[in-house]
């Protein structure tokens, strides 16, 4: 299981931090997005807990990530916390993704993990993109893989 311990939790849109709601919002506004949080569909927050291994302690690579992610009906948009550090924020409308179960992704045999590829258009970025959406190998995490696949295939209809 890569270089991490990874687990997801379900929450409910309410139960969203202030401080990466205030973020968000602020996003938001910047890119004069309206209201993309109008209708959630599901909330999850991740961890990811490097693997100390050997002496220094597990290599490249943040120790601790927490993402929020929250889904709508047409958007995605992802809440970054590395090491306690700032937020970092990013958004994409479902009709512009492509999404993959990890898993069953060739890079899968090499470096074995859990989540899902994530390609398409970022708002804030001019070219097409590629992410790795980590997720627990739990009921939260494979419940939003399914839900993160039906909503990208029901944007494109």
Known sequence: MGDYNRSTK????????????????????KHSLGDILANPVMCIVSTSEKIKKGLFGGGPGP?????TAILTDRWLVLA???????LY???MQLRELTVEDYEKSSFYKMIPDTGMNVNGQFTDASE????FLPLGKDDAGEKFK???IEAVQKAKQ
Do not use: R, W
Request: cysteine-free; overall charge negative.
């Open 80 to 86: 970054d916390n590395v090491d306690q550090n700032a």
């Open 146 to 148: 399914s839900a993160l």
């Open 10 to 29: 379900e929450i409910a849109f309410g139960e969203v931090p202030t401080n990466v709601t205030q973020s968000i919002q602020t996003y938001i506004e």
């Open 89 to 91: 924020i990013k958004s």
């Open 63 to 67: 120790k601790l990530l927490i993402q």
């Open 128 to 131: 097409l993109g590629s992410i």
